[in-house]
């Protein structure tokens, strides 16, 4: 038989409606925290005979049973604080587990075990890394000098981004991309004394991105200045650009390489049927 409905305590909740779209199983969920989302297997089970909803923390790898059900019986929770409960709901109908408004620590491999009366068990494992996300980075110049008899300066930026989790730093001159540097966070550069010279940092995570830019003018003593969205924007064109040229090559190498339809063949007249 399918698995029944249990009257549930009230900050356990039934309604499908809650939890409509469950996410993949075996396969990396990335979230960021503040957010609701779903984990339970793609179709529901029939003739259950009792299931197990399990995890493993990143902060406790101490794993432990968050709902626990077996026919016949009444739904089971594990001790749990007061304020879990207010983020954590479960639909028993459809075996799902809603996460509501997640947290960092809430970061972990959870499972769904299930027993089907024919004694087969079907394992569900969900890898849920969720993140905050990264706040806006601060920019510096550390260091500006020149270096002697070439007209050029000696610059050391740094860039740190508070927040968040995973954090990725890219770097551009203008709207070229730069490789990343051995210190991620430090960029070491030469550049001309006579030129002005517009250098940004981007720092992202799988949920969040933000940028903050510098402009270095001439002088190997200039002040450096912040600069808003134009920098950013001067990048994100570069690539479309970069982008666009790459698929019309690839369209008309593909043209190329396509060999030519034969036409039609000519009808023949009456006579020629004849």
């Not at 408004?101 to 089907?116: F, H, I, N, R």
């Not at 980075?137 to 070439?150: D, I, K, M, V």
């Not at 002040?223 to 790459?246: E, F, S, Y």
């Amino acid at each position: 038989p399918a698995v029944p409905m249990l009257s549930l305590a009230p900050f356990l909740l039934a309604a499908a409606s809650s939890c409509p779209a469950p996410l993949s199983p075996d396969g990396p969920v990335v979230r960021p925290s503040g957010t609701a989302f779903c984990l339970g297997p793609g179709h529901t089970p029939t003739a259950v005979r009792s299931f197990d909803w399990k995890v493993q923390l990143c902060s406790n790898p101490s794993p432990r049973v968050l709902f626990t059900w077996k026919n016949d019986s009444r739904l089971h929770h594990s001790h749990r604080n007061a304020s879990d409960y207010n983020r954590l709901n479960f639909s028993i109908k459809e075996l799902r587990l809603l996460l509501k408004a997640a947290q960092p620590d809430d970061s972990g491999t959870y499972s769904l075990e299930v027993t089907l009366e024919n004694s087969t068990v079907r394992t569900h494992r969900f890898h849920v890394s969720v993140l905050d996300p990264v706040g806006k980075p601060e920019l510096q110049l550390l260091e500006q000098t020149a270096a002697l008899g070439s007209g050029k300066c000696r610059v050391t930026l740094n860039c740190s981004a508070s927040g968040g989790g995973d954090v990725t730093y890219t770097w551009y001159r203008g709207g070229e991309w730069i490789p990343t540097p051995r210190s991620p966070f430090r960029l070491e550069e030469q550049i001309d004394a006579n030129g002005w010279h517009i250098y940004t940092c981007n720092v992202s995570n799988p949920v969040s991105w933000a940028h903050q830019s510098l402009q270095l003018g001439q002088g190997c003593g200039s002040a450096p200045q912040k600069l808003g969205l134009l920098p950013l924007l001067t990048i994100i064109v570069v690539l479309k650009l970069t982008l666009l040229g790459t698929l019309t090559g690839v369209c008309v190498w593909r043209r190329g390489r396509k060999p030519a339809e034969p036409g039609p063949e000519e009808s023949l007249t009456v006579y020629e049927d004849v």
